[in-house]
Structures are given as structure tokens and as C-alpha cells.
């Protein structure tokens, strides 16, 4: 059974970037047909799909937040990691990183989820 585990600082300050890594257990990030995503939940509101990166590596990003985010992979940690930069206090939310076979995760029974962390911005 695949288990991913996100990490990363709690805490970024204004205007930096902020970076997580997702770590894969049990399932390898280049199998065939599974996308792997970067989901948010900021306080008191729903869940926002960040981007993607593919089984073939090929990336996929919310229109929302293209011009700020960057998704990559370590296969041979079998980890991917999201970048976000320039944030913001309305970056704080909790992220997490999932597992499906679409590229864009919508709801929590969507494929294989994170525990999720809690990512705060300020100064």
C-alpha cells in the first residue's frame, strides 16, 4: 500500500519560497498512469489542486498559480517537491501531497493522500 508523507519548514516569511517534499513508500513515482499532486487548504476554506508532476515527469499547473509554482522529482529518493515563491500570508494553509491516476485531485477520496502539513506565513 502506497504511503506519502509530506515534510518542510512550518514557518516561511513573507516573500520567500516556500518548498516541501513528499516522500513515496510502497509504490514507485515512475509507475505508469499515476500523477502525483500538491493540494491546499487554506483556514475555513476548501481544498485548492496546486499542479502535478507525471509517471513520465511531465508537469501540470493550476492556471491560478503557474506563474509561482514549481513541481519536481528525485526519482531515486522517490520524492517529489513543490515549490511556491513570492508567498504570502494567504499561502497559509494546510498542503498535502496525493496520489491518483488523474492529473487534477478535486476531493480526499481521490486516489492516496498525505497526512498533510500546516504551513504558516509570516514575519
Known amino acids: 500500500q502506497v504511503q506519502l508523507q509530506e515534510s518542510g519548514p512550518g514557518l516561511v516569511k513573507p516573500s520567500q519560497t516556500l518548498s516541501l517534499t513528499c516522500t513515496v513508500s510502497g509504490g514507485s513515482i515512475t509507475t505508469n498512469h499515476y500523477y502525483w499532486s500538491w493540494i491546499r487548504q487554506p483556514p475555513g476554506k476548501g481544498l485548492e489542486w496546486m499542479g502535478a508532476i507525471g509517471y513520465s515527469g511531465g508537469t501540470y499547473y493550476s492556471p491560478s498559480l503557474k506563474s509561482r509554482t514549481s513541481i519536481s522529482r528525485d526519482t531515486s529518493k522517490n520524492q517529489f517537491t513543490l515549490q511556491l515563491s513570492s508567498v504570502t500570508p494567504e499561502d497559509t494553509a494546510v498542503y498535502y501531497c496525493?496520489?491518483?491516476?488523474?492529473?487534477?485531485?478535486?476531493?480526499?477520496?481521490?486516489?492516496?493522500w498525505g497526512q498533510g502539513t500546516q504551513v504558516t506565513v509570516s514575519s
Open positions: 496525493a496520489r491518483a491516476t488523474s492529473i487534477v485531485v478535486a476531493t480526499t477520496t481521490t486516489g492516496s
